[in-house]
């Protein structure tokens, strides 16, 4: 095995073709294919499945793919370690999640800065569906979801948010203090989808049929405009956190439902076996709170 090896690998992985992997690389496919299959043979297991639509990683290669980032991030530090610079920074690549605010993102990367110097940090947007499999994939470290991740993983509850409804200003329930579940009757709600957080739904539509309340659920995908796509499904109505909508929605009043308690969960998960500093990353943002 050879980091010239290693670094074909991750290529194919991360483009998810052997063609497109070639192409990015600069060499040629019949090469690329000759390479992967001594390296198969080597490690003496398939580390790739074929598809219609290119390829996937086996179990043998998901476990490979972490482990190669890092010896070749280790390569890349070597020359500088040899001549006495810095010691060795290892990336740390962490999922952020729709409607984590900027600034906790930016305090985020100080303190890391500060209480693991060693770590180079990435951030990758991704929903909590698309995270939890990027985890999965070895394609992230640390994922930030909004949903309870898998036993597979080490977990932890990293806060909660209360979800209420912000109504267009000229809405006659604007005008009132105290809203019920049973005010939203015929309402037009503008919801997230179950892709961005995958419980809201079930809860929200269960307490409405309990209730034989009746709005007009539109379940779409926001995350930056929930005012422009407030008004362009005519919706009456948001349901948000109290930081989107004050952020997004600043005219529209914004109250909890008095007799629906609502909340969107934030979790940190990482795989239980893993690099020491992706650990100490994970101990730091959970310390750090929000």
């Not at 992967?36 to 793919?65: D, I, N």
């Not at 806060?159 to 809203?179: I, K, S, Y």
Request: proline content about 6%; charged content about 20%.
């Amino acid at each position: 095995m050879d980091f010239r090896q290693l670094r074909y690998f991750l290529a194919i992985a991360e483009q998810g073709s052997f063609n497109k992997a070639a192409a990015h690389l600069l060499v040629s496919q019949p090469s690329l294919t000759r390479q992967m299959a001594a390296l198969e043979r080597q490690l003496g297991q398939a580390l790739f499945e074929r598809t219609p639509r290119g390829v996937t990683l086996t179990a043998a290669g998901s476990a490979l793919l972490g482990h190669a980032r890092q010896l070749l991030a280790l390569e890349r530090s070597t020359r500088d370690v040899v001549a006495g610079a810095q010691p060795p920074r290892e990336i740390v690549v962490i999922g952020v999640p729709p409607g984590v605010p900027d600034d906790w993102l930016v305090r985020l990367v100080g303190e890391l800065q500060r209480g693991v110097p060693r770590c180079d940090l990435n951030y990758r947007e991704a929903g909590s569906t698309e995270q939890l499999l990027l985890l999965r994939q070895g394609r992230l470290d640390i994922g930030i979801v909004h949903q309870a991740p898998p036993a597979e993983y080490y977990s932890k509850l990293l806060w909660q948010e209360p979800l209420g409804v912000a109504v267009r200003p000229t809405h006659p329930l604007a005008g009132n203090d105290d809203w019920r579940l049973a005010d939203l009757d015929g309402l037009r709600v503008l919801v997230h989808s179950r892709e961005q957080v995958p419980t809201q739904q079930d809860s929200l539509t269960a307490a409405a049929t309990a209730a034989d309340v009746r709005p007009q659920w539109m379940f779409q995908h926001f995350v930056a405009h929930a005012r422009a796509c407030a008004e362009a499904a005519r919706a009456d109505a948001v349901l948000v956190g109290r930081h989107t909508a004050a952020q997004q929605l600043p005219d529209w009043p914004w109250r909890r439902l008095r007799d629906l308690s609502l909340a969107m969960t934030t979790w940190l998960a990482r795989p239980v076996n893993t690099r020491t500093v992706v650990q100490d990353v994970a101990d730091a943002l959970i310390g750090m709170g929000r």
